[in-house]
C-alpha cells in the first residue's frame, strides 16, 4: 500500500513539473500588514507563493521590527522578502530638518509647497542630512536577518515632465521644463554647481537648455544611490530599485541616470497606460533597458495591472488603467523576449481571475528561444 502511495506521489509529481517546465522569476509590489494577524498574512503570502509570486517587494513603513515580523512570515511561505520604502519623498519627520527639503525654480520648498500632489516633499539629495538620514534608515533596516534586500522608490527628483497619460489629470500641458516642477536650486545645489562649472544657473533664461546643469542632478541622485549601496552592501545584503523605464524616459521627466547606478537590480515600471502605449510598448523599453546595463545586471519589467478591467475604457484616472487579462501575456512576452530577467506585478491586489488564468499561462512559457 504504502509503495503504491510512493509510486502514486512520483508520478504526480513528474506530471506536475511537467506540466509547469520552466518558469518566469515573478516579483511583486505589496505592503501592509495593516492589522492582519501571522495566520492571515501567511495564508496571502502562500497563495502569491502559489500562483508563482518569488520575491515581494514589500512596504511597511520604516520600522524594522515591522519587517522582523512580516520577513519571518515571507520566508516561511519561501519566498524573497525585499523592503520597499521611498527615498526621496520623505513626509514631515523629527529626524528631517526642514532645511532638507528641496528647492524648485520659483525658490519653492517641496515642504511648503509640493509639486502635483501633497505628498510630494522630496529631499534634496545635495545635503549630507538626507544621506545620513537615509544611511540610517535603510542600515536599519538592512540589520534584520529576515530582509534579504533593500527596494529604493521615488529615488529622483520630482517629475520636470509628467508622463504623458498624466497631463489630463493634473490639466497640464508639460511640453517644456516649467520652473515650479524643476529641483532644486537650493543654495548648495546651485553654488556646488557654480564652482563646479562656472555657470550661476539662476541667472540663466532657460535652465532646460544647460546640459551640465542636467547631468550635475543626474550625478546628485547617483552619487546618493552608489553611497547607499555600500551601506547596504557592507551588511550583505542586496539593493535594488523602481525606476522609470529607459533610462530616456527616466533621465527626462525624474532625472534618473540609473543605467550609472551601483544596484544589484534594476525594476523599470514599464507602465504603459501612463505613456498612452499598449502593451506590446513593454517590449521596445525592455530591450532600452537591457541594453543599457549591457545585460550584466537583471532586469525585472514592472507591469501595471488594471484592477477593473471592464470599466478601464470610462474610467479617466490613468492609476486605474494598466494590463488587461488580455494583455498581459504581451507584455510578459515582450519583457521575457528582450532580456529581462522576470517581471515585477503592481500589483497582485489589482490581479482579477482572468490575469491570474492569464499570467499562469504566460509565466509557465520558454522565452528561452527568442532571446
Ligand atoms: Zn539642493
Same mark, same amino acid.
Given at each position: 500500500m504504502s509503495r503504491l502511495l510512493t509510486f502514486c506521489l512520483m508520478v504526480l509529481t513528474l506530471v506536475s513539473c511537467n506540466q509547469k517546465g520552466p518558469k518566469v522569476p515573478v516579483y511583486a509590489w505589496t505592503g501592509g500588514p495593516g492589522d492582519a494577524s501571522d495566520q492571515e498574512l501567511l495564508a496571502k503570502f502562500n497563495d502569491l507563493k502559489d500562483k508563482g509570486v518569488d520575491g515581494l517587494m514589500y512596504s511597511g513603513g520604516h520600522d524594522p521590527e515591522t519587517y522582523k515580523r512580516v520577513g519571518a512570515l515571507v520566508k516561511e511561505a519561501g519566498m524573497e522578502f525585499h523592503t520597499w520604502i521611498p527615498t526621496m519623498v520623505q513626509g514631515?519627520?523629527?529626524? $528631517? #530638518? *526642514?532645511?532638507?527639503y528641496a528647492i524648485n525654480g520659483q525658490g519653492e520648498s517641496a515642504l511648503d509647497k509640493p509639486a502635483y500632489?501633497?505628498?510630494?516633499?522630496f529631499l534634496c539629495p545635495n545635503k549630507e542630512g538626507t544621506y545620513t538620514f537615509l544611511a540610517d534608515l535603510y542600515g536599519s533596516v538592512a540589520?534584520?536577518?529576515? %530582509?534579504d534586500g533593500i527596494h529604493l522608490d521615488? $529615488?529622483?527628483?520630482? #517629475?520636470?515632465i509628467l508622463a504623458r497619460g498624466l497631463w489630463d489629470k493634473y490639466g497640464l500641458v508639460m511640453d517644456r521644463e516649467y520652473p515650479e516642477y #524643476?529641483?532644486?536650486?537650493c543654495d548648495k545645489c546651485t553654488s556646488d554647481f557654480k564652482e563646479q562649472t562656472g555657470i550661476a544657473i539662476k541667472e540663466?533664461? #532657460?535652465?532646460? *537648455? %544647460?546640459q551640465e546643469w542636467k547631468q550635475f542632478r543626474y550625478d546628485l541622485i547617483t552619487n546618493l544611490v552608489n553611497r547607499l549601496s555600500k551601506v547596504v552592501h557592507d551588511k550583505g545584503k542586496v539593493i535594488n530599485a523602481a525606476v522609470f523605464p529607459g533610462p530616456s524616459i527616466a533621465k527626462k521627466l525624474?532625472? *534618473?541616470?540609473?543605467?550609472?547606478w551601483d544596484l544589484d537590480a534594476i525594476y523599470p515600471m514599464n507602465y504603459n497606460d501612463f505613456y498612452l502605449e499598449?502593451?506590446?510598448w513593454v517590449a521596445t523599453m525592455t530591450k532600452e533597458e537591457v541594453a543599457a546595463v549591457n545585460g550584466k545586471k537583471p532586469i525585472y519589467s514592472g507591469l501595471f495591472i488594471c484592477p477593473k478591467p471592464k470599466n478601464k475604457s470610462n474610467?479617466?484616472?490613468?492609476?486605474?488603467h494598466g494590463l488587461l487579462p488580455s494583455e498581459i501575456g504581451t507584455a510578459i512576452r515582450g519583457s521575457m523576449e528582450n532580456g529581462a530577467s522576470g517581471i515585477c506585478l503592481f500589483t497582485p491586489g489589482r490581479m482579477t481571475p482572468e490575469h491570474w488564468e492569464a499570467f499562469e499561462k504566460a509565466i509557465y512559457t520558454d522565452y528561452s528561444d527568442k532571446k
Amino acid at each position: 500500500m504504502s509503495r503504491l502511495l510512493t509510486f502514486c506521489l512520483m508520478v504526480l509529481t513528474l506530471v506536475s513539473c511537467n506540466q509547469k517546465g520552466p518558469k518566469v522569476p515573478v516579483y511583486a509590489w505589496t505592503g501592509g500588514p495593516g492589522d492582519a494577524s501571522d495566520q492571515e498574512l501567511l495564508a496571502k503570502f502562500n497563495d502569491l507563493k502559489d500562483k508563482g509570486v518569488d520575491g515581494l517587494m514589500y512596504s511597511g513603513g520604516h520600522d524594522p521590527e515591522t519587517y522582523k515580523r512580516v520577513g519571518a512570515l515571507v520566508k516561511e511561505a519561501g519566498m524573497e522578502f525585499h523592503t520597499w520604502i521611498p527615498t526621496m519623498v520623505q513626509g514631515e519627520n523629527p529626524k $528631517i #530638518d *526642514q532645511s532638507l527639503y528641496a528647492i524648485n525654480g520659483q525658490g519653492e520648498s517641496a515642504l511648503d509647497k509640493p509639486a502635483y500632489v501633497d505628498h510630494y516633499k522630496f529631499l534634496c539629495p545635495n545635503k549630507e542630512g538626507t544621506y545620513t538620514f537615509l544611511a540610517d534608515l535603510y542600515g536599519s533596516v538592512a540589520d534584520v536577518k529576515e %530582509v534579504d534586500g533593500i527596494h529604493l522608490d521615488f $529615488i529622483r527628483f520630482p #517629475d520636470v515632465i509628467l508622463a504623458r497619460g498624466l497631463w489630463d489629470k493634473y490639466g497640464l500641458v508639460m511640453d517644456r521644463e516649467y520652473p515650479e516642477y #524643476d529641483y532644486c536650486y537650493c543654495d548648495k545645489c546651485t553654488s556646488d554647481f557654480k564652482e563646479q562649472t562656472g555657470i550661476a544657473i539662476k541667472e540663466v533664461e #532657460d535652465p532646460s *537648455q %544647460v546640459q551640465e546643469w542636467k547631468q550635475f542632478r543626474y550625478d546628485l541622485i547617483t552619487n546618493l544611490v552608489n553611497r547607499l549601496s555600500k551601506v547596504v552592501h557592507d551588511k550583505g545584503k542586496v539593493i535594488n530599485a523602481a525606476v522609470f523605464p529607459g533610462p530616456s524616459i527616466a533621465k527626462k521627466l525624474v532625472r *534618473q541616470e540609473w543605467d550609472q547606478w551601483d544596484l544589484d537590480a534594476i525594476y523599470p515600471m514599464n507602465y504603459n497606460d501612463f505613456y498612452l502605449e499598449g502593451p506590446a510598448w513593454v517590449a521596445t523599453m525592455t530591450k532600452e533597458e537591457v541594453a543599457a546595463v549591457n545585460g550584466k545586471k537583471p532586469i525585472y519589467s514592472g507591469l501595471f495591472i488594471c484592477p477593473k478591467p471592464k470599466n478601464k475604457s470610462n474610467e479617466k484616472d490613468p492609476e486605474n488603467h494598466g494590463l488587461l487579462p488580455s494583455e498581459i501575456g504581451t507584455a510578459i512576452r515582450g519583457s521575457m523576449e528582450n532580456g529581462a530577467s522576470g517581471i515585477c506585478l503592481f500589483t497582485p491586489g489589482r490581479m482579477t481571475p482572468e490575469h491570474w488564468e492569464a499570467f499562469e499561462k504566460a509565466i509557465y512559457t520558454d522565452y528561452s528561444d527568442k532571446k
